[in-house]
Nanobody
Framework: QVQLVESGGGLVQPGGSLRLSCAAS????????MGWYRQTPGEQRELVAIITSGGDTNYADSVKGRFTISRDSAKNTVYLQMNSLKPEDTAVYYC????????????WGQGTQVTVSS
């Protein structure tokens, strides 16, 4: 019922910037939260940033001060502005949305590759 489409990944040099976008469509009654996770080979998926319906944000310690999460509620879209990128930021980034349609349901995007290398 709900689809998430991600965009904005790519190859950048250390110190560069990227902005990821994730648009949700389909049966959306109420969004509880939207966020970004990332995963590298051999590691578990980890939280990068979350924004709640009330506008509160939470970031992983490794990205605080460099990444900013925001959302456009009218478009059901969440963004991740990534500045001062480091090689260790290289990963597949996944969008996550939690929707309330009575109970809570979790949906994941397809993932977008971010590579930081010189």
């Amino acid at each position: 019922q709900v689809q998430l489409v991600e965009s904005g990944g790519g190859l950048v040099q250390p110190g560069g910037s990227l902005r990821l976008s994730c648009a949700a469509s389909g049966r959306i009654f109420s969004i509880n939260s939207m966020g970004w996770y990332r995963q590298t080979p051999g590691e578990q998926r980890e939280l990068v940033a979350i924004i709640t319906s009330g506008g509160d944000t939470n970031y992983a310690d490794s990205v605080k001060g460099r990444f900013t999460i925001s959302r456009d509620s009218a478009k059901n879209t969440v963004y991740l502005q990534m500045n001062s990128l480091k090689p260790e930021d290289t990963a597949v980034y996944y969008c996550k949305v939690i929707i309330r349609s009575g109970p809570l349901y979790t949906y994941w995007g397809q993932g977008t590759q971010v590579t930081v290398s010189s």
